[in-house]
């Protein structure tokens, strides 16, 4: 037992001192300032939290809500069929299994490839010119569109698994059940399948959300420079602007915003169950 | 009893976790050959007694001596005791012969050796052929029967069970009884019987210690345990028992007489009772009778109770009955079917006559 | 009707899901260097990918970071889901778990950047060592909660048999609970490994100049303009996965069988 203690010991003092620690000197930095020799200094100040209540960050904030939101929107919308569809059918483990695999490979590359096809001469513009949908290429790369479709790509796969085991639980004969009591189809959709995911929609949503907010890269590549996210803002002020009270205040700030959200969705849906 | 040396010898034994203390100042020895049954409700720390002969808890006073040895500091591998779990435990990934090799792999014998004993432990748990069957196939009472024989296989001095029954069904559960009984004898090894089902401790046990909440309230034979219980508890939670709160009239060496319904009862005083003194006394509803009038003579009501049937339930072997007595009072009896007395059909209402017989009841000093 | 609709619409998201990927593929055969017209089949840039010494210094460290940082995290889940698995109830592990809970809901930027703070002030150079600790340090939650499913399965009696049995408690740790437990410590290593080799956040803000990572050379490449030489690296890091992949899953299946 001893050496387990001795083991288990490091283990916690490894947590404390790499987890814990850096959070805590994060949000103390956070109330620091900045000065031209030092990254962070003394006095203490509320100056990086005042300025985050600038119309700038507001508006890079909500920016992130609404592609964040966008995001999970489409993720749910596509991945709540293909999770029912995937229990219904008779090759489960192996479709899951073929979800996992672009899983494995880096999300840089194939976001990477999405620059092929989302181009101005690229596969999608050309394929659109060549079946005369439209007349001339469309800019599809560097707005929003080509960022949301980066964000849905990566993060479809984390929408798909909470679904998909949420949905395998499901006792279908419960449908059964409802139809021979003379539930029509929507109703029986609406009033026992639906209620029945909600957990794997609760965390199918916090896996995609959370990751939108703060995926800095992927709006990067696809969305250019002029696609500031909050994400993106934080990069900047820690290693371009050099001012990491600042991206102190603001990522505390990002957590705190996440937390809110998480505690107000779980709440009326915890509430339910 | 003959003057035999205990095989364990448990002291003056406490055990406390913080401020709560599970077992206190228990006193027990185990004798050899014997199946000694620990018996008593949820939480009375039974178990937790089990767990400190094992060796997975330690006291936190007093010593167990097993074999003359104080074993109280060594750690489980070390003693000569095994336990079966209630959950049995077995090896997922082992097959029911290297479950049951186990424990001689552990002490690194020659592997031939292994096996024949293995071999001859699932035997005596006729589970020969058995060996390479995967664990997860078994029936539970086939994986009471590997646990049981993984423990007896390296023949430790005492084999503790764990209520190792209490997930089987009822007839699963009574073959069980007799065969563990029956190989007990057979490998004449000392078991330690964990149980909280009185009927299955008096069916089992050579001996019975009754637990209740951290202390022993009694030890004995089965009999000792049910015809004379030491105190309310025993007499409560072993068979069903009608308890009345009396105070002694009269008493002299031999008789107590007590007043019970407006009628002077006498018995005898075994507890060397005095006038004044308030006594609890019980009857087990086999030992009552219920009469009809018709079946008695006058002269022979004066000494009964008269009582109306309140409720019947048919039990094939028995009819048991409720009787409220006079003062509204209800008392238990239970009537068996025998050649003897073949009117035995009451109606719900009817008047009766309730009588018991004589020196079986037990009388108890009161306990508040 | 339903059957079409169900079989449609799945292929239509995989193609959705995998045409970026064959895109990829394709074009890592183009003989051009910067156009998506076809320009003829070669295996080219192939030969440079093979030639290319920072990329393959560069994926060279990050397999060796993941390994590291993967081993030393599952050892660590390791250890602690089985002491608490064998400790039932104690105080230390309210600590544990609300420690977990915070990193897992605690944005990997914000990680980085805490990371970044702490290795300033502790003045720790940022290179392979403040690598490997913040790898090792954001794989643990996923690997506890990995094991930690498993173990919730298992009967802790079997342990405790085990010793009571005679095992000694390092006999009872090898021979039941690691032969029980180590489909799941795999798990969680494979796990941590792709976590590892694939992340671009906390990398970002804890790497320095003298150990060069994949996904942030990948990165810089990315940003600057693009070689097919990064789709034939694409192609081979995906057909490894995908090997590995079906490998892992046809060896399942041989098990249960």
Redesign the interface.
């Known amino acids: 037992m001893k050496n387990r203690s001795l083991a288990l010991s490091a283990i916690y003092i490894w947590l404390f001192a790499f987890a814990l620690i850096p959070i805590a000197l994060t949000v103390a930095a956070s109330f620091l300032s900045s000065s031209t020799s030092e990254l962070i200094t003394l006095p203490f100040t509320l100056s990086n939290y005042q300025s985050l209540f600038s119309p700038l960050l507001l508006h890079i904030l909500l920016r992130s809500l609404g592609l964040a939101l966008v995001t999970t929107f489409f993720c749910l919308a596509l991945a709540y069929p293909f999770s029912y569809f995937m229990v219904k059918s008779k090759h489960q483990s192996l479709m899951l299994l073929f979800i996992i695999i672009p899983f494995w490979t880096s999300s840089l590359i194939r976001t990477y490839a999405l620059i092929a096809i989302l181009k101005f001469n690229g596969l999608l513009n050309t394929a659109l010119l060549k079946l005369h949908i439209i007349s001339s290429p469309i800019t599809f790369l560097y707005t929003n569109f080509a960022v949301i479709s980066g964000l849905v790509y990566t993060l479809f796969p984390f929408m798909v698994l909470p679904l998909f085991t949420n949905m395998e639980r499901f006792d279908f004969r419960l449908i059964e059940a409802a139809r021979d009591l003379g539930a029509s189809r929507r109703q029986t959709f609406w009033r026992i399948f639906l209620p029945s995911t909600k957990p794997g929609i609760l965390s199918g949503v916090m896996m995609v959300f959370l990751p939108a907010m703060t995926l800095f890269y992927i709006p990067q590549i696809l969305g250019g420079a002029r696609s500031i996210l909050i994400g993106n803002l934080i990069q900047n002020q820690f290693l371009v602007a050099g001012d990491w009270p600042q991206g102190a205040a603001t990522s505390i700030f990002l957590t705190f915003i996440l937390l809110i959200f998480m505690v107000m969705y779980r709440k009326p849906w915890s509430k339910q169950s | 009893m003959t003057r035999i040396k205990p095989l364990v010898e448990i002291t003056n034994l406490k055990k406390s976790f913080g401020s709560n203390t599970i077992l206190k100042d228990i006193n027990l020895s185990v004798y050899p050959g014997e199946f000694l049954t620990l018996l008593g409700p949820s939480g009375c720390g039974k178990t937790t007694l089990l767990r400190l002969i094992s060796g997975f808890e330690t006291a936190t006073d007093g010593q167990i001596l097993l074999d003359g040895h104080c074993v109280s500091q060594l750690p489980p591998q070390q003693r000569d005791i095994h336990t079966v779990f209630q959950t049995y435990a077995l090896f997922p990934h082992l097959n029911v012969y290297e479950n049951v090799a186990f424990a001689l792999r552990c002490q690194k014998l020659p592997e031939d050796e292994i096996k024949t004993r293995a071999h001859e432990a699932l035997t005596q748990v006729q589970l020969t052929g058995f060996d390479k069957r995967d664990t997860k196939q078994l029936s539970g009472g086939q994986q009471q029967r590997v646990a049981i024989a993984r423990a007896i296989v390296n023949r430790p001095k005492v084999l503790l069970l764990d209520e190792p029954l209490s997930s089987l069904d009822y007839r699963l559960r009574k073959n069980m009884q007799s065969e563990l009984k029956h190989l007990q004898k057979e490998l004449n090894m000392t078991f330690i019987f964990v149980t909280h089902d009185q009927e299955e401790a008096l069916s089992m046990s050579d001996r019975i210690a009754v637990f209740n909440h951290g202390h022993i309230e009694q030890i004995g034979t089965p009999r000792e345990v049910y015809e004379t219980p030491e105190s309310l508890f025993v007499a409560g939670f072993i068979g069903e028992a009608n308890i009345f709160d009396l105070e002694i009239t009269k008493a002299d060496a031999k008789s107590a007489c007590t007043v019970i319904e407006d009628k002077e009862m006498c018995c005898n005083n075994t507890g060397n009772f005095k006038a004044g003194d308030k006594i609890h006394m019980i009857i087990r509803p086999e030992d009552i009778r219920v009469w009809s009038p018709s079946e008695v003579k006058d002269k022979d009501t004066q000494v009964m109770l008269p009582a109306t049937i309140s409720e019947i339930t048919y039990k094939g072997k028995t009819v048991d009955l409720s009787v409220t007595l006079a003062s509204g009072r209800v008392i238990y009896a239970s009537e068996f079917f025998d050649e003897d007395d073949g009117d035995l059909d009451y109606e719900l209402g009817e008047q009766v006559f309730v009588e018991w017989y004589s020196g079986w009841e037990v009388l108890l000093p009161y306990e508040k | 009707m339903k059957q079409l609709i169900?079989h449609g619409?799945?292929s239509f998201?995989?193609v959705?899901?995998?045409?970026?990927?064959l895109?990829?593929i394709a074009?890592s055969f183009n003989d051009a260097h910067f156009s998506?017209s076809w320009h003829g089949f070669t295996i080219n840039w192939y030969h440079i990918l093979f030639q290319d010494e920072d990329l393959w210094s560069a994926l060279i460290n990050s397999m060796l970071l993941g390994f590291g940082a993967a081993s030393i995290a599952s050892l660590?889940a390791f250890?602690?889901c089985?002491?608490l698995f064998l400790q039932s109830q104690t105080k230390?592990s309210n600590?544990?778990h609300s420690?977990l809970l915070?990193?897992i809901?605690?944005?990997?930027?914000?990680?980085g950047?805490?990371?970044?703070?702490?290795f300033?002030?502790a003045h720790i150079k940022l290179g392979f060592t403040s690598l490997f600790?913040?790898h090792?340090?954001f794989c643990?939650p996923f690997a506890i909660i990995v094991i930690q499913s498993r173990i919730s399965t298992l009967?802790v009696?079997?342990y405790?048999?085990?010793?009571?049995?005679?095992?000694?408690?390092l006999?009872a740790m090898t021979h039941?609970i690691l032969?029980?437990l180590w489909p799941a410590v795999l798990s969680a290593f494979l796990l941590c490994f792709?976590l590892s080799?694939?992340d671009?956040?906390i990398s970002?803000?804890v790497s320095g100049p003298d150990f060069n990572i994949?996904?942030l050379y990948?990165?810089s490449l990315?940003?600057m303009g693009?070689t097919p030489e990064?789709n034939a690296?694409?192609s081979i890091?995906?057909g490894l996965?995908?090997l590995?992949?079906?490998g892992a899953?046809m060896l399942s299946k041989k098990e249960t069988i």
């Open positions: 169900k619409y799945l998201v995989f959705l899901l995998y045409l970026p990927i895109v990829l074009y998506l660590f250890i602690v089985v002491h230390s600590f544990l420690t915070m990193m809901i605690l944005p990997d930027i914000v990680l950047i805490s990371l970044l703070v702490f300033n002030l600790i913040a090792i340090t643990i009967n009696d079997t405790h048999s085990a010793i009571d049995l005679g095992a000694s408690k006999r039941i032969p029980m792709t080799f694939d671009v956040i970002y803000f994949l996904p990948i990165f990315v940003r693009v990064l690296l694409c890091t995906i996965s995908m590995l992949v079906l899953h």
